[in-house]
C-alpha cells in the first residue's frame, strides 16, 4: 500500500499555513482574475468548493503538472459577486470568462462540492468546450451543507463540529481549517453572500438536464459523505449518459483531500482510458 505523505498534516496544523503561504506565492494576478497555473499540455481546470480553497487540491496540483496537463485553478469570486448574482449561474459565467481571458479550449473540469455544480452547468452551456468533467461531491441534485440552521455565528463550537462532518476523519477539520469556517460566516459580506449562493445551489436542480448532457465524467465519490450523500453519487450516474462512478472509502465529502493518492490514480486512470 502506498504511504500517503499528507498524513502529516493531520499531525502538524501549522503546515496548513505553510502550504496556504506557498500557494499565495504561486497565484499570478491578472486582469480581474486569481490563479494558480502548473505545467503543460492537457488543460485541467480546477474549482473549488463554497467554502474551499485552492489549498484542498495540493494533491492534484502535486501530481498532474508531471502527467502531461496544464493544471489550472481560478480563485472563484464567491465573496466579489455582488449579492443579487452570487448564484451557481454568475459563477458558471464568470468561469467562461476566465477560460476566454485564458484563452483554453477543449478543457478537463474538475469539481469538488459547488465547483462540480458550476463545473456541470458550464458544461451545459458550452459543451464544445469540455472534453471531460470530474465532479466530487458536487451539488447539482442534493445537498445536506446547510443542515439545521446552519451556519451559526458566534458558536466556535458548532462550526468546528460542522466542519469535521465533512471528513471522515475529524482530525482532517484542522484548527486553521475551522478557523477560516468561523471567520467567513462571522463576516457579514461573507455570510450573505454564502448563503444566497448555498440558497442558489439548492434551487438549481439540474435533474432535468443531465440526461441530454453527453460530456465524458467521472463520478469520484467519498462513501461516507454525509454532505451530498452515496445515493446522490448513483442519482448522478444514472442521469448522466457519458459517466463513470468511483467509490473511495472510509472518506467523507473531499476525497483528494481525504485520499489524495487514491483520487489520483482513479482521476488519472479514467483519463488515460479515454485518451482525454
Given at each position: 500500500m502506498k504511504k500517503n505523505k499528507y498524513k502529516s498534516y493531520k499531525r502538524i496544523p501549522y503546515l496548513w499555513v505553510y502550504l496556504f503561504l506557498m500557494l499565495e506565492k504561486q497565484i499570478i494576478a491578472e486582469s480581474n482574475y486569481r490563479y494558480i497555473e502548473l505545467g503543460e499540455g492537457t488543460p485541467?481546470?480546477?474549482?473549488?468548493?463554497l467554502m474551499g480553497g485552492l489549498s484542498n487540491f495540493e494533491g492534484v496540483m502535486n501530481f498532474f503538472p508531471n502527467k502531461g496537463y496544464k493544471i489550472v485553478v481560478p480563485e472563484l469570486p464567491v465573496y466579489e459577486l455582488p449579492l443579487v448574482n452570487s448564484t451557481v449561474k454568475s459563477l458558471a459565467e464568470f468561469l467562461d470568462g476566465f477560460l476566454k481571458f485564458k484563452k483554453l479550449k477543449d478543457v478537463i473540469l474538475l469539481g469538488n462540492s459547488l465547483g462540480g455544480h458550476i463545473a456541470l452547468l458550464y458544461a451545459k452551456f458550452h459543451?464544445?468546450?469540455v472534453k471531460g468533467l470530474i465532479i466530487t461531491g458536487s451539488s447539482g441534485l442534493y445537498e445536506n451543507a446547510m443542515g439545521d440552521g446552519y451556519p451559526k455565528r458566534g458558536d466556535y463550537d458548532y462550526i468546528r463540529a460542522k466542519s469535521e462532518e465533512v471528513f471522515y476523519d475529524p482530525k482532517v477539520a484542522t484548527k486553521e481549517?475551522?478557523?477560516e469556517v468561523f471567520d467567513s460566516v462571522n463576516d457579514r459580506n461573507k455570510l450573505l453572500r454564502t448563503l444566497a449562493i448555498a440558497k442558489s445551489a439548492i434551487r438549481h436542480n439540474?435533474?432535468?438536464d443531465l440526461p441530454n448532457m453527453l460530456t465524458r465524467t467521472a463520478i469520484i465519490w467519498g462513501a461516507q459523505d454525509?454532505?451530498?450523500p452515496p445515493n446522490v453519487a448513483d442519482e448522478f450516474n444514472s442521469l448522466l449518459p457519458n459517466s463513470d462512478l468511483y467509490w473511495i472509502d472510509k472518506c467523507g465529502h473531499a476525497p483528494m483531500m481525504e485520499h489524495p493518492d487514491r483520487f489520483n490514480e482513479i482521476m488519472y486512470s479514467w483519463m488515460e482510458q479515454y485518451k482525454l
Amino acid at each position: 500500500m502506498k504511504k500517503n505523505k499528507y498524513k502529516s498534516y493531520k499531525r502538524i496544523p501549522y503546515l496548513w499555513v505553510y502550504l496556504f503561504l506557498m500557494l499565495e506565492k504561486q497565484i499570478i494576478a491578472e486582469s480581474n482574475y486569481r490563479y494558480i497555473e502548473l505545467g503543460e499540455g492537457t488543460p485541467l481546470v480546477i474549482l473549488h468548493g463554497l467554502m474551499g480553497g485552492l489549498s484542498n487540491f495540493e494533491g492534484v496540483m502535486n501530481f498532474f503538472p508531471n502527467k502531461g496537463y496544464k493544471i489550472v485553478v481560478p480563485e472563484l469570486p464567491v465573496y466579489e459577486l455582488p449579492l443579487v448574482n452570487s448564484t451557481v449561474k454568475s459563477l458558471a459565467e464568470f468561469l467562461d470568462g476566465f477560460l476566454k481571458f485564458k484563452k483554453l479550449k477543449d478543457v478537463i473540469l474538475l469539481g469538488n462540492s459547488l465547483g462540480g455544480h458550476i463545473a456541470l452547468l458550464y458544461a451545459k452551456f458550452h459543451p464544445e468546450m469540455v472534453k471531460g468533467l470530474i465532479i466530487t461531491g458536487s451539488s447539482g441534485l442534493y445537498e445536506n451543507a446547510m443542515g439545521d440552521g446552519y451556519p451559526k455565528r458566534g458558536d466556535y463550537d458548532y462550526i468546528r463540529a460542522k466542519s469535521e462532518e465533512v471528513f471522515y476523519d475529524p482530525k482532517v477539520a484542522t484548527k486553521e481549517i475551522v478557523d477560516e469556517v468561523f471567520d467567513s460566516v462571522n463576516d457579514r459580506n461573507k455570510l450573505l453572500r454564502t448563503l444566497a449562493i448555498a440558497k442558489s445551489a439548492i434551487r438549481h436542480n439540474m435533474a432535468k438536464d443531465l440526461p441530454n448532457m453527453l460530456t465524458r465524467t467521472a463520478i469520484i465519490w467519498g462513501a461516507q459523505d454525509g454532505v451530498t450523500p452515496p445515493n446522490v453519487a448513483d442519482e448522478f450516474n444514472s442521469l448522466l449518459p457519458n459517466s463513470d462512478l468511483y467509490w473511495i472509502d472510509k472518506c467523507g465529502h473531499a476525497p483528494m483531500m481525504e485520499h489524495p493518492d487514491r483520487f489520483n490514480e482513479i482521476m488519472y486512470s479514467w483519463m488515460e482510458q479515454y485518451k482525454l
